[in-house]
């Protein structure tokens, strides 16, 4: 099966950091553009962030600009999410899914093999 497998999620309170992991499965991530994504209770899934297939291009949402870091490793096949100063409202379930056209399209419907996410809670 083709899908990512997200991990290092966990309960951090405010201010800390976690480090998420995306491995592919199934397939090679080398020519794909990757997004991490997350969804907070009751509200739709956004995008965070994304990294191109090389690795030289990187964008990231307002909201974690200069706080999270996205990194990848091809010959690991694994994408990283360093999450610094986290806030309560970074709770969520993250994902990562790739983009395979290597373009980090602002559309959710573009990106393929989605995982079944890892959950992040920020709390005191």
């Known amino acids: 099966q083709l899908q990512f497998v997200e991990s290092g999620g966990g309960l951090v309170q405010p201010g800390g950091s976690l480090r998420l992991s995306c491995a592919a499965s199934?397939?090679?991530?080398?020519?794909?553009?990757i997004g991490w994504f997350r969804q907070a209770p009751g509200r739709e899934r956004e995008g965070i962030s994304c990294?191109?297939?090389?690795?030289?291009?990187?964008n990231y949402a307002d909201s974690v600009k200069g706080r999270f870091t996205i990194s990848r490793d091809n010959a690991k096949n694994t994408v990283y999410l360093q999450m610094n100063s986290l806030k309560p409202e970074d709770t969520a379930v993250y994902y990562c899914a790739a983009d395979p056209y290597n373009s980090c399209s602002p559309y959710m419907n573009k990106y393929h093999y989605w995982g079944q996410g890892t959950q992040v809670t920020v709390s005191s």
């Open positions: 199934g397939f090679t991530l080398d020519y794909y553009a």
């Open positions: 990294i191109s297939s090389s690795g030289g291009s990187t």
